[in-house]
C-alpha cells in the first residue's frame, strides 16, 4: 500500500490473529485492510517506538488503515489531535470493536497508531495498545474472514449513524457500551454478568418481575419456539447465576442441580450462550432499520414488549439457537474448547490461509 504523499492516517494493527483474507482488501467506507504494516520502520521509528514494541508492531497479521486527505486547515497537517484524527482513529477502533460482536476474535495485541504523510514521509504521532477483548472460556476457534470485515464495518457505519440521532443517555448505545465492557473482561462471571446487562438495556424489565421478564422475553429471540422450555430452562440459570455474582453470593449457588464437578463447565456453557444471545441481538437491531425504531426510546421499546409474542418473534427473525450450544469438559492452553470437542467439520473451516493465534 502506498499513502497519498500528503494525508493523515489512522492504523489499527493486530498482532497474531488469525485471519483468512486477501493481502490488501477495501471495505465500503474506504478502509483498507492489509496483512503487512503499511509502511517500512525505519530508523527514526525504531528509536521512537523503541525495539520491542517496532517488532510487535512488524510482526502483527492484521491492519485496519483509514486515511484522510484533507479536513484540515493550511499548514496543520503535522498538528495533531483535531477532529480528523479523533475520527480516523474512531473509524479503525470501531471495526475493530463490532468485529467482535461478529465472532470471538483471538489475538495477542492490538495497537493504535496515527499521525501524518507530509511529502511521502510517514511520520506517527501517536501509539497505545488498546483494551484487549477476550474469549469465553470453551469457545471455538474462530477465523476472520472478508465477509466477517464487510459486516463489522457495516455494523459500525450503522451504528455511527444512530449516535448521531440520539444523546448521550440512549439506553441502546449504553447496552451497547456494556456489551463491549462484557468482551474486555477476563472472568466468566464478570463477563456473563456484562451480557445480561447488555440485554437488559433491551428489554427494560419491570421492578419486582425482572427474572420472569427476562426468561420471557429473551426466550422469543434465543432461538426456535420447539425449544422454548429448553431455554427457557437455560435462560433462568443464568439470570439467577447473573443475580449471585451481582449480590457476591457463590456464583454456583443456582447450579445444585448439578454435581459438584460439572458446575464450572456449565457455568462456562451459559456464559457462551448468554454472549452468543447478546451478541446476535445487537448486531440484529444495529443492522435492522425496520427494528430500530422499537429501541429509539424507553417508551417504544416498552410498547414493544407488550406486542403479541409470535410479533417479536418475527421482528427479531432467527439470529441465533443458543441451544446449540454445547457444553465443554476439555480446553487447551488458550481456554478455548479442546479439538476432541470441536464439531467434525471444524477443522475443515479452519483450513486455508487461517493463522494459528
Known amino acids: 500500500m502506498v499513502f497519498p504523499a500528503d494525508c493523515k492516517f489512522a492504523v ?23 496483512t503487512s504494516l503499511p509502511f517500512p520502520l525505519d530508523n527514526h521509528w525504531r528509536t521512537w517506538l523503541g525495539a520491542m514494541q517496532s517488532q510487535n508492531l512488524q510482526a502483527c497479521n492484521l491492519f ?9 486547515s493550511d499548514g496543520q497537517l503535522a498538528i495533531f489531535g483535531g477532529e480528523v484524527d479523533t475520527q480516523l482513529m474512531a473509524d479503525v477502533g470501531g471495526i475493530f470493536a463490532f468485529l467482535r460482536f461478529v465472532g470471538s476474535v483471538e489475538y495477542t ?8 504523510v507530509e511529502n511521502g514521509d510517514p511520520t506517527c504521532r501517536h ?45 441502546f448505545g449504553r447496552g451497547c457500551n456494556a456489551l463491549k465492557s462484557a468482551f474486555e473482561c477476563h472472568y466468566a462471571s464478570e463477563r456473563l454478568h456484562g451480557f445480561v446487562r447488555a440485554i437488559e438495556a433491551l428489554l427494560i424489565p419491570e421492578i419486582g418481575r425482572t427474572e420472569k421478564q427476562f426468561i420471557s422475553r429473551c426466550s422469543l429471540f434465543a432461538g426456535p ?8 430452562a437455560a435462560l433462568q440459570e443464568i439470570y439467577r447465576m447473573r443475580c449471585d455474582i451481582e449480590h457476591m453470593h457463590e456464583w454456583d449457588r443456582s447450579l445444585d442441580a448439578y454435581s459438584a464437578s460439572d458446575r464450572e463447565n456449565v457455568a462456562h456453557w451459559r456464559t457462551r450462550q448468554m454472549e452468543e444471545l447478546a451478541s446476535a441481538a445487537y448486531r440484529k437491531i444495529v443492522s435492522d432499520t425496520a427494528l430500530q425504531p422499537h429501541f429509539y426510546n424507553d417508551a417504544a421499546t416498552e410498547r414493544f414488549w407488550k406486542k403479541p409474542a409470535d410479533e417479536v418473534r418475527t421482528a427479531f427473525g432467527e439470529i441465533c439457537d443458543i441451544s446449540k450450544l454445547k457444553t465443554v469438559t476439555k480446553y487447551d492452553y488458550y481456554g478455548r474448547a479442546h479439538p476432541s470437542e ?14 494459528s493465534a
Open 109 to 116: 495485541d492490538a495497537f493504535v497508531l496515527a499521525g501524518h
Open 342 to 355: 470441536w464439531p467434525p467439520d471444524l477443522f475443515e473451516n479452519l483450513r486455508g490461509m487461517a493463522k
Open 225 to 232: 419456539k420447539s425449544k422454548e422450555a429448553e431455554i427457557r
Open 64 to 72: 485496519l488503515v483509514s486515511i484522510a486527505t484533507s479536513g484540515w
Open 12 to 34: 489499527l494493527a493486530v498482532h497474531n490473529a488469525r485471519v483468512d483474507i486477501a493481502p490488501d482488501l477495501v471495505l465500503a467506507n474506504g478502509t483498507r485492510v492489509l
Open 127 to 171: 501509539f497505545a495498545t488498546t483494551l484487549r477483548f477476550n474469549i469465553s472460556r470453551g469457545c471455538l476457534p474462530w477465523v476472520i474472514r472478508e465477509v466477517d470485515l464487510r459486516c463489522a464495518a457495516q455494523l459500525q457505519e450503522s451504528y455511527a449513524t444512530l449516535l448521531k440521532k440520539f444523546p448521550e443517555k440512549w439506553r
